[in-house]
């Protein structure tokens, strides 16, 4: 798995730097070529989202309308990312449940969906993931996530 610089830019413009920012989110996509995931783009909240402190639910109609932009460009929907107040940031319960229903609930050819939490510190450290699969395990994606940040 890669996450390409443009979407690795868009994570850090979105970072809860700041007591009043609230948090930010969007949708992960690659280019998927059996096990490989070349995340290229990761899209920015929306002005439909609710967004809060300490919660961000995005407007759906909107995500599905970038699934269909995005597939038209060969992309597949990954999984999903947002912000969170903290250094190192950790997944809520609503944030596992989120993940798991939109596997659940999505018509795909893929195995799962990723979950991309980016907390206040730089990556990697600022930064979570794991893999959410079609029968219900959670993986940490975190491992394969980090040769973003040593290929370059």
């Given at each position: ?63 599905q309308e ?52 980016i907390g ?33």
């Amino acid at each position: 798995m890669r996450i390409r610089p443009d979407a690795l830019a868009t994570f850090d413009a979105h970072r809860q730097r700041r007591f009043y920012q609230r948090e930010a989110g969007g949708q992960l996509f690659a280019r998927v070529r059996g096990d490989h995931w070349d995340i290229v783009a990761a899209t920015r909240p929306r002005s439909q989202d609710r967004r809060g402190r300490f919660s961000f639910r995005p407007h759906r109609a909107s995500e599905q309308e970038e699934i269909f932009q995005h597939h038209v460009l060969g992309l597949d929907y990954v999984g999903d990312w947002h912000t969170h107040p903290e250094n190192e940031p950790t997944p809520s319960p609503q944030d596992f449940w989120s993940i798991t229903e939109v596997v659940r609930r999505s018509t795909h050819h893929l195995p799962g969906f990723l979950l991309i939490i980016i907390g206040r510190q730089p990556f990697p450290d600022g930064l979570w993931a794991s893999f959410h699969s079609v029968g219900g395990t959670q993986l940490d994606a975190k491992k394969k996530c980090l040769s973003s940040f040593t290929e370059g």
